[in-house]
Structures are given as structure tokens and as C-alpha cells.
């Protein structure tokens, strides 16, 4: 989409959507000894209810991935929902090991 930093994926049946979710290509700070590929931020990840617990996520899901396999992407981010958490966990998503947040209360 546009500049080529949102990816999106839809999932049809009959004709009709049933799903979709997004990708955002963050692009990290340029590193000399790092890989610079961008991260991926997924989000906006929906399936009709009709759907959902019939692999219609995890198909989404699982075609976002490969894309990001392909083009190197090695970090894909989400902050889920309570509900999506398991969908989440079972296409490979796991918590960081090292992440630090400050929030202002």
C-alpha cells in the first residue's frame, strides 16, 4: 500500500472477506555490525465470526510469516488482545527476552 511499508493479507471465501491482517515495515536505526532489515509490526488483525476457529487466522498468520522468512525479516512484533493470545502463541509467537519499557503513569 502507497509507499510500500504496510502489507496486508485478506482471507476470502465465496467472494467475500472473512479476514485480513496488517503489517508494518519499521525501519531500525542503521547499525555497522547489525542487520538492517526492518521489523515487522503486525496489527489490525481481524477474521468475521462465522470464521474463526476454522484456520482462517492461523492461514493469515502463516502467510505473513512466510512473506517475512522471504524478504529476511528476522523480528515480528504484536501486542494481542487477551482473546488472541493463544492464536498468537500456536503460529510462533513467544515474549521477548529482552525488552524494556518506562511508561508514564
Known amino acids: 500500500m502507497g509507499d510500500g511499508r504496510w502489507l496486508a493479507w485478506v482471507a476470502e471465501s465465496d ?5 485480513h ?3 508494518n515495515l519499521v525501519e ?4 555497522p555490525y547489525e542487520d538492517n532489515t ?10 468475521t465470526p462465522g470464521f474463526r476457529d ?4 492461523a492461514a493469515l ?3 505473513l510469516r512466510r512473506h517475512a522468512r522471504a524478504t529476511g525479516m528476522d523480528v515480528l512484533v504484536v501486542w494481542p488482545s487477551e482473546r ?6 500456536r503460529a510462533g509467537f513467544r515474549p521477548p527476552e529482552e525488552l524494556l519499557e518506562a511508561r508514564d503513569s
Not at 531500525?28 to 547499525?31: D, G, I, S, T
Open 38 to 47: 526492518p521489523l515487522g509490526y503486525v496489527t489490525n488483525f481481524y477474521v
Open 61 to 63: 498468520l502463516d502467510a
Open 15 to 19: 467472494g467475500v472477506a472473512r479476514g
Open 28 to 31: 531500525r536505526v542503521p547499525e
Open 84 to 89: 488472541s493470545v493463544p492464536l498468537y502463541r
Open 21 to 23: 491482517v496488517f503489517l
Open 54 to 57: 476454522r484456520r482462517c487466522g
